[in-house]
T-cell receptor, first 113, second 113 residues
Framework: EDQVTQSPEALRLQEGESSSLNCSYT??????LFWYRQDPGKGPEFLFT???AGEEKEKERLKATLTKKESFLHITAPKPEDSATYLC??????????????FGKGTKLSVIP | EAQVTQNPRYLITVTGKKLTVTCSQN?????MSWYRQDPGLGLRQIYY???????DKGDVPEGYKVSRKEKRNFPLILESPSPNQTSLYFC????????????FGPGTRLTVT
């Protein structure tokens, strides 16, 4: 069974204080790992897809990296508008669940001015 | 504008009264999916559809039905709603089932009394 564990559950940062969110996963074979951002009361918004260990992707203050067991979302010099819940999801390469996405429970990020 | 729409956005109903939540996308996406989001449990996949007339169960399909008769529409049917189906529901679509980012609708908040 595919599993995704995100840590920490909640993170409070001062504006400008860089940090990282963790997503640990267990999957038979990874087809893709996805990061989403979710604002309160809204649907998740796609950020990144990572396919293989060693891959990195960047967007503004966010950088996602991938190893064989986990992914990190690095936030550099965050601003209050980066406050949101960040979700990680994995899709397996084969088996009965090959078209399923399994989500972690998310990390709620608060950036204080 | 490319988007996924859901209706209704809010619904309060009583136990046993059949209801349908509609989902429509205008991006000609092949893959569509339904999720429910509950505090402490995160996003869980209910059903997904790889294309017209092709559907499959996700992690929590009990008590739900779906159909995909047209590419753009993927309604979620609750034949006999129960209070444990009180949740926030999201519809999502993507170009294909494999490794493509999903675009989420705005959500439907359902309360079953």
């Amino acid at each position: 069974e595919d599993q995704v564990t995100q840590s920490p559950e909640a993170l409070r940062l001062q504006e400008g204080e860089s940090s990282s969110l963790n997503c640990s996963y267990t999957v038979s074979g990874l087809r893709g790992l996805f990061w989403y951002r979710q604002d309160p009361g809204k649907g998740p918004e796609f950020l990144f897809t990572l396919y293989s260990a060693g891959e990195e992707k960047e967007k503004e203050r966010l950088k996602a990296t991938l190893t064989k067991k986990e992914s990190f979302l690095h936030i550099t010099a965050p601003k209050p508008e980066d406050s949101a819940t960040y979700l990680c999801a994995v899709q397996a390469i084969s088996g009965a669940g090959s078209y399923q996405l399994t989500f972690g429970k998310g990390t709620k990020l608060s950036v204080i001015p | 504008e490319a988007q996924v729409t859901q209706n209704p956005r809010y619904l309060i109903t009583v136990t046993g009264k059949k209801l349908t939540v509609t989902c429509s996308q205008n991006m000609n996406h092949e893959y569509m999916s339904w999720y429910r989001q509950d505090p402490g449990l995160g996003l869980r996949q209910i059903y997904y559809s790889m294309n017209v007339e092709v559907t499959d169960k996700g992690d929590v399909p009990e008590g739900y039905k779906v159909s995909r008769k047209e590419k753009r529409n993927f309604p979620l049917i609750l034949e006999s709603p129960s209070p444990n189906q009180t949740s926030l529901y999201f519809c999502a679509s993507s170009r294909q089932g494999y490794s493509y980012e999903q675009y989420f609708g705005p959500g439907t908040r359902l309360t079953v009394t």
